[in-house]
């Protein structure tokens, strides 16, 4: 049966497609102020209450915990053009008292907030010389990071973590280059696993890229299926805390409208003010079949900071 479905599946890729959406960013305008007003920072992190923690900690039976984050490995992690990471272990001291304590450290040379499984801030990706909240990219950024928007503003996140299994949905281990997830495909999915969405959830897609991680380098950061422009503004709409993913965009690469570039990185982060999670270990997850579980989070708190290097967990 799941070989029919996965055969079903590639006939459907291959089968005429209508054509693709495009998308252009509304003005400034129009989405500005946010709705949490003007001058805020947090965005989607304001949904992040006590009610919300409390709503999460009902979904934990067996306190089993999940580790979400890929691990950081020099040798063996992707990396795209300029990104690096180098990890130097220092032996710092032999000291000379009877116990004769040893100790060591490292010194971390790279990035910290866009490497791995990375969540993004409301600096990373912008309109122009706009930010969330109409934040001016000329006006807030500085040679030690940005004054507004840093990822330092955001805060431990707990809450509700849903499991949208697009993979298992289209009866396969991994979506194929370029799919683009649809609005049908995340309600489908949701049927299917008999959940609905709800305000403050964190989303997490399943595609099963994340297969390729240390494994075909190349081909994880070349291209990666994802939601496309509809299913962004449809996730938006359910007003999400973040929407994350085990690809490297969340989103679909590259667009199927060639004129138009990550163009749900715009749409999430500078129009809505939602956060992305990118990169994240799923196979666990999808194996173990935990579609609902409690979701938590906390970014570094580097000052004016783009995003940041994560390990997030889910427990149920």
Not at 238 to 258: A, F, H, R, T, Y
């Amino acid at each position: 049966m799941r070989s029919m479905l996965t055969i079903l599946f590639a006939i459907l890729l291959v089968a005429p497609r209508a054509a693709a959406q495009s998308w252009t960013p509304p003005a400034e305008s129009q989405r500005c102020p946010s709705k949490w007003g003007a001058g805020d920072e947090r965005g989607s992190g304001n949904l992040m209450k006590p009610e919300q923690v409390l709503k999460a900690t009902k979904l934990i039976r067996s306190g089993e915990v999940i580790e979400l984050g890929q691990v950081l490995d020099p040798d063996k992690m992707p990396f795209f053009p300029g990104r690096q990471l180098s990890i130097l272990t220092k032996r710092t001291n032999v000291l000379p008292q009877s116990n004769r304590r040893i100790s060591n450290e490292e010194m971390v040379i790279g990035e910290m907030g866009q490497i791995g499984t990375q969540f993004d801030g409301f600096s990373h990706q912008g309109i122009d010389n706009g930010f969330y909240n109409c934040f001016k990219q000329d006006q807030i950024a500085t040679r030690n990071g940005f004054s507004k928007l840093g990822v330092e503003k955001v805060g431990t996140l707990m809450t509700r973590g849903v499991l949208i299994d697009i993979a298992a949905l289209k009866g396969v281990e991994m979506l194929p280059d370029t799919y683009e997830i649809t609005v049908r495909d995340l309600q489908d999915a949701l049927k299917r696993q008999n959940l609905t969405l709800q305000p403050g959830d964190a989303v997490i897609i399943n595609t099963g890229w994340g297969k390729l991680w240390g494994k075909d380098n190349v081909r994880y950061i070349k291209t990666d299926p994802g939601i496309g422009v509809a299913a962004a503004e449809w996730l938006a709409k359910q007003n999400p805390m973040l929407i994350g993913s085990d690809n490297w965009s969340v989103e679909v690469n590259p667009n199927p409208d060639p004129k138009i570039s990550s163009p749900v990185h715009q749409i999430l982060l500078a129009v809505n003010g939602i956060h992305i999670l990118e990169s994240l270990k799923l196979d666990e997850l999808a194996a173990k079949r935990v579609n609902e579980f409690a979701f938590i989070l906390e970014p570094l708190k580097l000052k004016g900071a783009t995003g940041s290097t994560v390990a997030p967990i889910a427990v149920r």
